[in-house]
């Protein structure tokens, strides 16, 4: 007999100020120029750190690490604060320009082409971990430099409960040493499916993820995009479904916006059972599945509480189904 | 809050004897010689209606309609007897040959090149449905000639309570009109992803879902191999997990089997509500990821209840979580 027993809540901001406030975001603030098959953007605000920050923003409150230039909006840091998104960590380089990524998708929206990168305050960032910082519990590695990863741990005088890593292929082109020292540092990393077979270099999957375990994360989430998500810990999986959806508008932030969620549902709930990752994966899956309808970060700015549940009801709907094996 | 009730149960082979034995399968049985990454088969036993008759009978009987030359082996005939297949719609033509298919895959598994095909047999194939399969309840069309498909249904005095179709892209290149004649007649149509956007003309797997439909079968699967399956039926949709694997052997007859267990699990409880077909699906897939273990129908033939409900309950893990909306 299978009937899912019911252990785990989704509450929402309203509860905000009952939640020890113990998440560390590490991610980029940016701007981004997008082109896809649908439209163009203007420059609009975009980096791991800003999508993993109004996601999480939604189930608890957080601490964020990363480096702006003097051009950055003012207004979007007031809204963030708002947001009980805790900027101490936030560098400010008056004189220097925001990190700038522009990238076109092709038409099946799972492959692009970078057209510009300039890394401005990127370049020489050293993070500095405030001292109101130190004692989080979860720690969210969001994409970047792994050397810059790795010193964000160093400076964590109490090793952080649980710290989630995300990475991508760039860096294996250009940093593998340094990306594996940090992958042997985290409880969890999540790479695509792709990423997961080059760091790897084997074509399956099970495989991949197993050697990717050898290499110091107990957890590992292989995302695949429309495909969904799989957990790997031990010899368990747990396969996430992706929304399906009459139109993907722009991927970008998809996968900070879904480690986002991700970090944030086990940051309030403050449980780390792989039961708990797997209810944690489908709360990212949604947030994930809002970030791709409107260009960057527009679709999470409006968000009700309302909506996400109803959209975590629709990742239930998706996927279960009744058995009985007599 | 989220509690799969308990509605439906999956029992096997060994209450045969009890089940209303009203399941049509139609569908070529043939020899096949495949190279994979793995290695090469000899000539082997093939054929979507092979596989399809050796997965389900693992739950019910099976009446079936298929043609075959002199040069296939009586004692593979004889095989499926015993497993409750009844073979009178079963042609014989002494004088002439099996069909034959020969078919590389590629290192990815999901695409391959089809070096020889004679049809043989299957040239003029003109089925003729006995008088002892009228009054079916489950009409299973396994991938064949859409003119031939159609003919099955045009011979039955009673409809069916249930037609389900599997096709592919091979008849959507060479006979357009027939197939869309065929799909209109229809309940259920199984394509993969890639032949769902060449039958529809749309990308989106949603909306290539929705125009299908409009073409007649309420129900529109759309199997996406290493990725799962999908349910669409009206607004509601059902996504199916595949079992992650070490090792995809041989893919050959996938589809065919997922094909076999999900109708035989319709027609063995007699539901086909949404709720039952995504159980179906389930067992499906369950089905089919035995298949792709060995050279074509070698992992069907030795299964055990034991292992096909070990397998299910697998699937039930690998993708049931625990979620409370307050």
Excluded at 78 to 84: G, H
Excluded at 158 to 182: C, G, H, Q
Excluded at 211 to 236: C, Q, R, T, W
Excluded at 282 to 293: L, Y
Aim: charged share 20%.
């Amino acid at each position: 007999m299978f009937c899912s027993s019911v252990s785990k809540s989704i509450s929402f901001a309203a509860n905000l100020k009952n939640i020890n406030m113990s998440l560390v975001v590490v991610g980029s603030m940016a701007f981004d120029a997008i082109e896809t098959p649908f439209g163009k953007s203007d420059k609009i605000i975009g980096g791991a750190g800003t999508f993993i920050a109004w996601c999480a923003s939604n189930f608890t409150a957080v601490k964020q690490i990363s480096v702006v230039g003097g051009d950055f909006p003012q207004s979007e840091l007031d809204l963030l604060t708002t947001r009980n998104v805790d900027l101490e960590g936030v560098q400010i380089k008056k004189d220097e320009k925001t990190f700038f990524w522009s990238g076109k998708y092709h038409m099946d929206m799972n492959t692009r082409d970078t057209l510009v990168t300039e890394l401005n305050v990127l370049e020489n960032f050293q993070p500095v971990v405030p001292d109101s910082y130190q004692d989080c519990e979860f720690l969210m590695l969001g994409n970047l430099v792994p050397a810059v990863q790795s010193s964000v741990i160093d400076q964590l005088r109490t090793r952080p409960k649980l710290i989630v890593m995300d990475t991508m292929n760039f860096w294996m082109e250009i940093a593998m040493d340094d990306l594996k020292k940090t992958i042997s540092m985290v409880d969890v990393l999540m790479v695509n499916d792709s990423e997961a077979r080059q760091l790897s270099g084997d074509y399956s999957l099970v495989r991949a993820a197993q050697k990717i375990s050898a290499m110091g994360p107990k957890y590992v989430i292989i995302k695949k995009g429309e495909h969904g998500a799989l957990l790997f810990h031990d010899n368990k999986i747990f396969s996430a479904p992706a929304l399906p959806l009459e139109e993907v508008f722009d991927p970008t932030g998809a996968g900070d916006t879904f480690a986002g969620g991700f970090i944030a549902h086990l940051a309030k709930t403050r449980d780390i059972s792989f039961e708990n990752m797997k209810t944690a994966i489908i709360v990212g899956s949604a947030m994930a599945s809002f970030c791709v309808e409107k260009f960057g970060t527009e679709r999470l700015r409006g968000l009700t509480n309302e909506e996400i549940k109803d959209r975590i009801h629709q990742f239930v709907q998706l996927s279960s189904f009744d058995i009985n094996l007599i």
